[in-house]
């Protein structure tokens, strides 16, 4: 799932918008993704620190926080401040291909762990 978004990523910034501009690839696909991409890298990390106790799939609250936070900072809180005032933009959509993003990837998350028992830190 990483993988595949990290591809889709790359192909919409350099095929999709400049030769297919419309107005999915050009304001929602990178919302739609957000979700499938960050979160592995996000529990990576935290399993390195020591923060995440095992390499289970990711679990609900793994999903929701980030998303809420997410859309928080990136919807509410940069469009008001200062120096992001003209880089940033609030638009309610984003917050929902965050959500829509993370529904199929939790989904995949849950089927690729199923029958795999977790790595514990040792």
Known sequence: ???????LYFTNRWV???L????FSQAYLNDLICIPFWVPIMLFIMR???????????RGYEIVIPLILWSVVFELWLPRVGPFRELAFSDHADILFYAIGGLPASLFW??????????PNV
């Not at 799932?1 to 591809?7: A, D």
């Not at 390195?48 to 990711?58: E, F, I, Q, T, V």
């Not at 849950?110 to 790595?119: A, E, L, T």
């Open 110 to 119: 849950k089927r690729w762990y199923r029958g795999k028992s977790p790595v």
């Open 20 to 23: 297919l501009p419309n107005s």
């Open 1 to 7: 799932m990483f993988t595949f978004c990290f591809v």
């Open 16 to 18: 999709l918008k400049p």
């Open 48 to 58: 390195k620190l020591g923060l995440r106790r095992d390499d289970a799939a990711p």
